[in-house]
């Protein structure tokens, strides 16, 4: 897990947290979407890493859950946009991808993100390893 102290603070409590996933799937979105509703989450959600950026244009949710490869805007070069603007450079960001090699956690904690969730991910550790990857206790 990265040093996410210089992020903004992420509520423990899951009912005041608002996250935006940004998955190409509608599958994958309705499946994380109705696992943080069941918590008492906000969510917002894009199809693309650009759609994401204009979400973020009159939003600033509590974490992002973003997914790797996608169309328009893949979720490398939405986090180097997250990165580069002070407005959202402390947003938390967990990719939710299918990059699961051997070594592709550490690359994704180096290059910026604040955890990695593999898909295909079991639903019932979804919400642990979210709010592991924010330095929540698991609960």
Do not use: C
């Not at 509703?37 to 959600?45: E, H, I, P």
């Not at 407005?87 to 290059?111: C, N, Q, W, Y």
Request: proline share 6%; net charge negative; hydrophobic share 40%.
């Amino acid at each position: 897990m990265t040093d996410i102290s210089y992020r903004q603070p992420v509520s423990a409590n899951a009912t005041e947290w608002t996250v935006l996933i940004v998955d190409d799937k509608p599958d994958n979105i309705n499946i994380v979407r109705t696992a943080l509703r069941f918590q008492g989450a906000t969510v917002l959600t894009a199809a693309h890493g650009q759609e994401g950026l204009e979400i973020l244009e009159n939003n600033k949710p509590s974490f992002i859950l973003l997914d790797i490869a996608m169309p328009v805007m893949d979720g490398w070069r939405m986090l180097q946009h997250l990165r580069s603007n002070p407005a959202t450079s402390d947003i938390p960001v967990i990719a939710l991808t299918a990059h699961v090699m051997e070594g592709d956690r550490d690359d994704f904690i180096k290059a910026g993100f604040d955890g990695h969730i593999g898909k295909p991910f079991d639903l019932f550790t979804l919400i642990p390893h979210i709010r592991e990857s924010l330095g929540l206790p698991r609960r």
